[in-house]
């Protein structure tokens, strides 16, 4: 009779392990071990790497749209009096400011004039949409003050404009030339509004490698803007640049408390909602592909296990007959298939980890090996985003490996826990 033991006894981990270290004469076993371990590795590593990049563009992907632009905008909803055309602008934009700025989370407010204008020099016209700011609430913009090849300096930002680099560009202009500014609201006249044309000196050309911004986007100064646009006294938004800017709620459930009845919220959540919906939809999609990777990887034990437990028959019969129970058995073989997942498991994260926190260095390695190709790609549009490896990604592919691999062992396991000695040994 059987004697039942403690589960996963000390002699059931020794077995386990002198199994796993097979001898020459089985090497098809030793093979299939190495086999399924370098399965699990690599399929993890694929896993984990790729949790890193896809967090990496998505962190990119914020920082490029919060870098240049506002948080959250404040505005106010369109009321029309006397048959005029509505108004959405903020006259009391002086008042409300303190109590803005006091809000919990918010680090910065910039009172905006924005508007759309036709950009001309010499015979070059491309439409631009001017934003009026102040310099020292431009200089909370990173993606701007601090962009990559930028001409010109915002120091003499009061005296002319700042202009994106493709619309540079178009327009055929660099530093210290003056661009003309067309707006249809223009001066009022007694035969109605006729258009103002007015010439700013270019100061400042940035590239944030934002399309969206580059090609389109012009700052002048708040004080001119409201005069150029007839907006004397008011702004059209407020922008609001947040400690947190993950953390809205908070922020926007306290604006309509200060800013008034009429104050809505636009948050760039609002913006660009839609984009990083359509990430996460990806994302998700890249996790099952690489879930079956890892899947059939894991199978990789299965086939192991199965020669281990053929080449071993003799062994099984006689543990049993020395009084081992089918628990222990199940448990012995359960032991080799779970380091096999558990050491590939924890090599693949090791793997995917050094990838992460050196992908410079790897896509510097592709470069050199490839001739500059990834330089030609990124002049053409393409993206090679940074890898960010957090606890959550390390977790849920250290858990989707090591259940897994553990489920699959449980199968040839209770194979050879339910294999009869006797037949075992009858011709041994």
Request: charged share 20%.
């Amino acid at each position: 009779m059987a004697k039942p033991t403690a589960p996963f006894a000390p002699f059931e981990w020794m077995i386990a392990w002198r199994y796993l270290r097979a001898r020459r004469a089985e090497g098809g076993v030793s093979t299939m071990t190495w086999i399924s371990l370098i399965g699990i590795t690599l399929a993890v590593f694929a896993l984990v790497a790729t949790l890193a990049v896809r967090a990496g563009l998505r962190a990119d992907f914020v920082d490029a749209m919060l870098g240049g632009n506002a948080h959250i905008e404040l505005r106010y909803v369109a009321v029309q009096e006397d048959g005029r055309a509505p108004d959405t602008t903020i006259p009391n934009y002086a008042d409300i400011l303190p109590g803005i700025e006091a809000l919990q989370g918010v680090d910065d407010v910039a009172p905006l004039v924005r508007a759309q204008v036709m950009g001309s020099f010499r015979g070059s016209n491309a439409p631009a949409d001017v934003y009026g700011i102040s310099r020292a609430d431009l200089l909370e913009y990173p993606l701007v003050a601090n962009a990559e090849g930028q001409q010109g300096t915002l120091d003499r930002f009061d005296e002319g404009v700042a202009v994106g680099s493709q619309l540079a560009a178009q327009l055929r202009i660099g530093i210290g030339d003056r661009v003309k500014l067309i707006s249809p609201d223009g001066a009022r006249t007694a035969l109605g509004i006729t258009p103002r044309i007015s010439a700013y000196e270019v100061v400042y050309i940035f590239s944030t490698g934002q399309p969206f911004m580059d090609q389109s986007r012009m700052y002048l100064p708040l004080a001119e803007a409201q005069s150029f646009f007839n907006r004397e006294g008011v702004v059209d938004q407020i922008d609001l640049r947040l400690a947190e800017p993950e953390n809205l709620t908070p922020v926007v459930d306290a604006l309509r408390e200060v800013a008034g009845d009429r104050a809505y919220s636009w948050t760039w959540q609002d913006r660009f909602g839609g984009m990083l919906r359509a990430l996460e939809l990806q994302n998700n999609a890249i996790f099952i592909v690489l879930a079956i990777v890892v899947l059939i990887a894991a199978l990789n034990i299965v086939s192991g296990l199965i020669m281990l437990v053929k080449n071993k028959g003799r062994d099984i019969g006689i543990l049993r007959t020395m009084g081992l129970s089918q628990g222990s058995i199940l448990r012995i073989f359960f032991l080799c298939g779970a380091w096999v997942g558990t050491v590939g498991t924890v090599l693949g994260i090791a793997l995917g980890a050094l990838f992460s926190a050196n992908i410079e260095h790897v896509y510097r390695l592709v470069n050199m090996l490839t001739g500059n190709g990834v330089t030609d790609l990124e002049g053409r549009g393409f993206i090679f985003p940074s890898a960010v490896l957090s606890a959550g990604d390390v977790l849920s592919a250290a858990v989707l490996s090591l259940t897994l691999s553990w489920l699959v062992t449980l199968f040839p396991a209770r194979r050879a826990a339910r294999m009869n000695p006797v037949e075992a040994l009858r011709y041994e």
